[in-house]
């Protein structure tokens, strides 16, 4: 549970705020009422979720999400799985990054929004849910929840960054 927690790493290099690579299937329950803000160092995300891990966003507080240059507010290489539950949750991604999603270069990975307010702004030329600059959108499905994605320059809000290659790496699905 997250109740008021602030970690900023700004001034570092290689830290994320919080790195999720040895959590495993973990959930991040945000206290009602509460403020979460996370700012990760230049070169990582806010919040690390890697390759075959997943975290779930639950609870009624809020929380802020921010990546370093090329790197997301929530995710990694594309490889990691986000869901959102609820709570309020504002991502920004750094320099070619998306918010919620893929680094440069990379795709979205796997992301599910069922309820809760989120809020996800690309980074210059990444999606603001989904791929990085050059990267696909990788599987996103939004069926609940109030969302308001924007991309970066030429980026879409949910989908595929800047100069992706044509052609999906997996699936985009609104119920």
């Known amino acids: ?91 920004f991604g750094g320099y070619n990054a998306s918010a919620i999603g893929g680094s440069w270069g990379y795709d979205g990975g796997i992301v599910l929004i069922t309820g809760g307010s989120v809020t996800a702004i690309g980074g210059s030329y990444g999606a603001g849910i989904g791929g990085g600059a050059e990267g696909r959108e990788g599987n996103i499905t939004i069926t609940g929840g109030t969302i308001k994605a924007v991309g970066g320059n030429s980026a879409f809000g949910v989908g595929t960054g800047r100069n992706a290659a044509y052609g999906t790496s997996g699936a985009l699905v609104f119920a």
């Open 1 to 91: 549970t997250l109740n008021g927690v602030i970690i900023d790493v700004s001034a570092s290099s290689t830290i994320s705020a919080v790195d999720l690579n040895s959590a495993g299937a973990c959930t991040l329950v945000l206290a009602a009422g509460s403020i979460n803000n996370f700012k990760a160092g230049q070169d990582r995300p806010g919040i690390y979720v890697p390759k075959d891990n997943k975290v779930t966003f639950a609870g009624t507080g809020s929380l802020t999400a921010t990546g370093g240059q090329y790197w997301p507010g929530i995710g990694r290489n594309g490889q990691g799985n986000i869901e959102i539950q609820s709570g309020t949750i504002s991502c």
